[in-house]
């Protein structure tokens, strides 16, 4: 019988669909274990072969961890939410909503194909009102807490309120804005309801804040760094500037040790753990006040050596920095505004990156020295970020290269304060350390000493004090969207109100256009009702709330949540998806508890990934779960290439030459669609010139009589025209064998290129498993019972030794070498003619994760009826491994002429006597006696004539 994989594939496909026979329990007397994989997000692409890498990897351990007689749970849904499906929207007219279900359907067509073992009960998508109903109630819950220092820990915004009416402000430590004036109880008790909600939004851990963001004009919206690429948005590669704006926050810096910290206690990669490390950017050292003469004001800023503080020369303010406008003299306001005005359009990720150009502008101004009071001039350079520390540096050029560099470059004076220490531009580094000389009270002291001191003093004179600063900043949580989570949030005299938990969730309403209204507000701004009604508790329009006898309420938030509010407690839900009255119920999360193992891409590192375990702090400190991580073991899959293809043009002329004919020509190489491509690497240039018609007319330069074209490993990306679809895969060779080929191509966490020719080997394996349980006449099947292991010795070594070799890959996510594995197993298994159930009925069972298709036919001709992921996993036994007998070469004056198989007990007399007396020995010697037998117990046996 022929392998059919295109009708098996189809038939256990629609069987565990309608069998539901990857649903989880909730309740079980099994240990649970949990399995993810990152949110996909559904593009109109679809799925190419590069996409279900770490989701094979995750149904592979998955499959595995069933057999393993856990209980697992193995969901999945959509982050459907996002920007793509907003500008098709803006470009066609088509609802996102349209588009996004569009896509969905595809992708889901798509990863059934390739046989997943996914909890589809579950499902869950990011932009239905009933999952975004607890995106938004996660929101007040961050709006209604506060971060207590003290206690290291979030609490309700109501305990904090007790607190200012009982004893005011002093003694509170709190996660909150800088420069909030002290009050008493008295005076809190006297504040207006207004005046006491512009305190509290200044502690709540989601506040609204004017701040600087990278606004994209073309896409009209805020972006996040991670989508910004070279100054640019990476979705349309629009101009990016820096604006500000008025923003709702994530106050994350409030968990920066906390997230640090914890680090330790998870299973990730250390190179992922220093990529957060970094991120978050711990720094321990000084804040100083700068008094900035005949103004009112002061610069603030952090340091880690107060000790260089003798060695301040200038200070420099990032150009976006509040006080610029505020402190610039008439003379220098038309250079500095034009100096702010190109700043605008760099990002912060080029002006960190740029370290060679030095550009900057004097504002005229000068600050007092803390302790010389001597003048110290304000510059301003764009090397400064706004976004970093608190946007200004005390500048001392003997100590860091960068303020050196800018010192030399506008001739500022550079003071010297290291004792013994040249500080020209060739012997710049080892200051760390270095005794300091000529600085009043810090002269001749060792570097923590000094360190200590300078805080000391400048504490005394109420000038600066010791701080723990990083580099994590809050997060921007608004996008001027229409495709996004509706804040649940109405303003009454512009300051915001919580909608009530009961009213959610509150629905995206239905806009005319998708972009911003005429006058700039975002695009919710065209809603014909966007008015909240506090009195009948539902949305209106403005001419409906205007004439509300009642009144109460008001406008609701124009810009909606970014694209990680739904993707940073996603895995909670799954756990209980269909819950109407908590996002969790408490008997779900405390036994999923977490993630077990979360597969998925690096490039998430500072993005996602810290922000789920930001909002699973929170949901752990305000006692909503149980567990402070959401992912114990996180593994991040490599990238599959493309192998793009390229013909190329001559310069200047509408001829095309084969790639080995291009020698001593000016040649442009132009993408060719890999689909046009054989496995010759030959072109199909009649479907070129069909798919490109610019070259209908072009002079093809052929050799012998083919054009070949030129072959590069890159990024697998639809603009490279590289993509291979797996459906085209699944269709010619099987799901089954895509999975496989995908884990052999690499190590998983490993870049590797995609090579469809490769692909047949896995194939052929498959073809070959599948015969070695049809060996009856004309291929029909057939697997013989003997009833004992007699006579099974070398396949019962090789069926272990593969359980053995199999299961420690999987262990080890070692995937690629579990493939060759199975392809030895078959070979000396067919070549031991084996066709026994006692080997071939838990091979199956070792086989199914990775192919499950064919496991699943082969178990039900075994006479099963149950599928074979309900099996139990073959356990290896180390007996089946331990070598009896050993296989001689018996050698004959150094030249081997036949094996014989011994017992390793046979001591060497009893080898001899074994040897001597086989007719094979007889007929070497044809009668005469050998001069000397030479025999190593377990090794060889060499006879001398």
């Not at 949110?39 to 149904?59: C, E, M, N, R, W």
């Not at 595995?64 to 982050?79: A, M, S």
């Not at 896509?103 to 499902?123: A, C, H, M, P, V």
């Not at 779900?588 to 993005?607: C, K, M, R």
Request: hydrophobic share 35%; glycine share 6%; aromatic share 12%.
């Amino acid at each position: 019988m022929s392998y059919h994989f295109n009708e098996i594939e189809a038939k256990w496909q629609k069987y565990w669909a309608g069998n539901q026979t990857f649903k989880a329990s909730n309740s079980s007397d099994k240990e649970k274990f949990y399995v993810l994989d990152m949110f996909p997000y559904p593009s109109g692409a679809g799925l190419h072969v590069g996409h279900p890498l770490g989701y094979i990897a995750s149904d592979i351990y998955a499959r595995y961890k069933r057999h393993k007689g856990f209980n697992v749970l193995h969901p999945q849904g959509y982050d459907s939410f996002g920007l793509p499906a907003e500008q098709y929207a803006i470009q066609t007219g088509q609802h996102p909503a349209l588009t996004t279900q569009e896509n969905i359907t595809r992708y889901r067509e798509q990863l059934d194909k390739i046989g997943f073992s996914f909890d589809w009960s579950r499902e869950v998508r990011t932009s239905e009102p009933d999952y975004y109903k607890w995106t938004q109630w996660i929101f007040i819950q961050l709006f209604d807490s506060w971060y207590d220092i003290a206690a290291d820990k979030a609490r309700p915004i109501s305990e904090l309120t007790a607190i200012f009416s009982a004893e005011g402000n002093p003694t509170v430590k709190a996660a909150c804005d800088d420069e909030i004036p002290a009050f008493s109880a008295s005076d809190w008790n006297s504040y207006s309801s207004e005046e006491q909600q512009k305190i509290l939004l200044k502690y709540r851990l989601t506040y609204l804040a004017e701040t600087e963001v990278n606004w994209c004009p073309q896409l009209g919206t805020v972006l996040a760094n991670d989508e910004i690429v070279n100054g640019v948005s990476e979705r349309g590669g629009y101009p990016v500037v820096r604006k500000k704006m008025t923003q709702w926050s994530m106050r994350i810096s409030a968990y920066a040790e906390r997230l640090r910290a914890d680090l330790d206690k998870i299973d990730w990669t250390e190179s992922l753990k220093e990529s957060q490390r970094n991120w978050i950017g711990k720094s321990v050292g000084a804040h100083v006040k700068f008094k900035i003469q005949n103004s009112k004001f002061n610069i603030g800023v952090f340091t880690t050596r107060p000790d260089t503080i003798f060695g301040v020369t200038f200070m420099t303010l990032a150009p976006e920095h509040d006080l610029v406008a505020k402190i610039t003299t008439d003379e220098q306001r038309e250079e500095v505004e034009a100096y702010v005005k190109a700043s605008a359009k760099r990002s912060e990720r080029e002006r960190m990156a740029d370290v060679k150009t030095i550009t900057g502008v004097f504002t005229g101004a000068y600050a007092e020295h803390p302790f010389t009071k001597e003048p110290v001039p304000i510059w301003i350079g764009d090397y400064v970020l706004a976004g970093y520390g608190t946007g200004a540096v005390m500048a001392v050029p003997c100590g860091d290269q960068r303020d050196y560099d800018f010192a030399k470059h506008f001739n500022i004076p550079i003071k010297n304060i290291f004792e013994n220490v040249d500080i020209s531009e060739e012997a710049f580094s080892g200051k760390e350390g270095c005794i300091i000389a000529n600085s009043d009270f810090l002269s001749g002291l060792p570097y923590k000493e000094a360190l200590a001191k300078a805080i000391e003093e400048l504490e005394k004179i109420g000038l600066g004090s010791g701080k723990t600063n990083y580099r994590l900043r809050d997060a921007v949580f608004s996008r001027q969207r229409y495709w996004g989570e509706p804040f649940p949030v109405y303003y009454v005299n512009g300051l915001p109100q919580m909608i009530d938990k009961e009213h959610l969730p509150l629905r995206l309403p239905d806009v005319e256009k998708y972009l911003p209204t005429e006058e700039g507000e975002p695009p919710l701004g065209r809603a014909e009702k966007w008015y909240w009604d506090n009195e009948k508790k539902e949305v209106v329009s403005k001419e409906e709330f205007e004439s509300s006898p009642n009144g109460g309420g008001g406008g609701l938030e124009l810009n909606t949540m970014p694209g990680w509010a739904g993707s940073s407690w996603y895995w909670f839900r799954y756990m209980d998806a269909h819950n109407k009255e908590e996002f969790v119920s408490k008997e779900a999360q405390e036994y999923w508890e977490n993630v077990d193992l979360y597969i998925g891409g690096s490039e998430h590192a500072t993005g996602h990934l810290l922000y789920s375990r930001f909002w699973t702090k929170f949901l752990y400190d305000r006692g909503f779960v149980s567990v402070e991580e959401p992912f114990k073991k996180l593994i991040n899959q490599g990238m599959i290439l493309g192998q793009s293809a390229f013909v190329y043009r001559i310069e200047g002329e509408n001829t095309l030459v084969s790639k080995n004919l291009t020698d001593g020509k000016k040649v442009q190489p132009v993408h060719a669609d890999v689909s046009l491509v054989n496995f010759s690497d030959e072109l199909d240039i009649e479907a070129f010139k069909k798919w490109r018609p610019e070259f209908e007319n072009a002079q093809f330069i052929m050799e012998n009589g083919a054009f070949i074209v030129g072959r590069e490993v890159e990024k697998m990306s639809k603009s490279k025209y590289n993509v291979v679809n797996p459906d085209e895969i699944c269709e010619q060779y099987g799901a089954d064998t895509l999975r496989m080929y995908e884990m052999f191509l690499g190590p998983l966490e490993q870049a590797k290129p995609w090579n469809t020719a490769g692909i047949t080997g896995v194939h052929s394996f498959l073809k070959k498993f599948w015969k070695l349980y049809h060996s009856g006449p004309n291929g029909s099947f057939h697997v013989s019972d003997f009833a004992t292991s007699q006579g099974l010795g070398e396949p019962l070594k090789t069926l272990h030794k593969t359980i053995k070799k199999v299961t420690e890959d999987i262990e080890a996510f070692s995937f690629n070498t579990s493939v060759s594995t199975f392809m030895i197993c078959v070979n000396e298994l067919m070549a031991q003619k084996c066709d026994n159930r006692e080997i071939l009925e838990p091979l199956v069972i070792l086989l199914a994760p990775y192919a499950p298709h064919i496991a699943e036919e082969l178990w039900q001709k075994l006479g099963h009826t149950e599928s074979v992921s309900t099996a139990a996993y073959p356990v290896f036994e180390e007996k089946y491994l331990v070598e009896s007998t050993k296989l001689y070469p018996v050698s004959f004056n150094g030249k081997m002429r036949f094996t014989i198989e011994l017992s390793l007990e046979l001591n060497k007399d009893e080898i001899e006597k074994a040897v001597m007396q086989d007719e094979r020995t007889q007929k070497q010697l044809e009668g005469r006696a050998p001069k000397k037998v030479i025999i190593v117990p377990g090794k060889i046996v060499n006879i001398v004539g």
